[in-house]
């Protein structure tokens, strides 16, 4: 198994940046690649951006702006910049590892963007 912790979320007012951290920890071994999503309020969860382990390559999601994904292999931590944040952005941010016969989510982190 694969625990994720994420950390990073809070309250910041639009135009502000937060950096969002994904904490791995049990078989990151397995790992090949780990995703950001969020779920705004009332709608369904939506990827952000996702980065493999190996070589960094990253991926965004089209209506994604201003966003960075990063990794720090050492650590078995993946990072997510967010500059120039709207009130659209507020969500629950959660990273995904995904795995061959599972997916494991973190717990989540709030962001909540005040205009």
């Known amino acids: 198994q694969v625990q994720l912790v994420e950390s990073g979320g809070g309250l910041v007012q639009a135009g502000g940046s937060l950096r969002l951290s994904c904490a791995a920890s049990?078989?990151?071994?397995?790992?090949?690649?780990m995703d950001w999503y969020r779920q705004p309020p009332g709608k369904e969860r939506e990827f952000v951006a996702g980065i493999r382990w190996s070589g960094g390559s990253t991926y965004y999601a089209d209506s994604v702006r201003g966003r960075c994904i990063s990794r720090d292999n050492a650590k078995n931590t993946v990072y997510l910049r967010m500059n120039s944040l709207k009130p659209k952005d507020t969500a629950i941010y959660y990273c995904?590892?995904?795995?061959?016969?599972?997916?494991?989510w973190g717990q989540g982190t709030q962001i909540t963007v005040s205009s």
């Open positions: 049990g078989r990151t071994f397995s790992m090949t690649r």
């Open positions: 995904l590892a995904p795995l061959p016969g599972a997916d494991y």
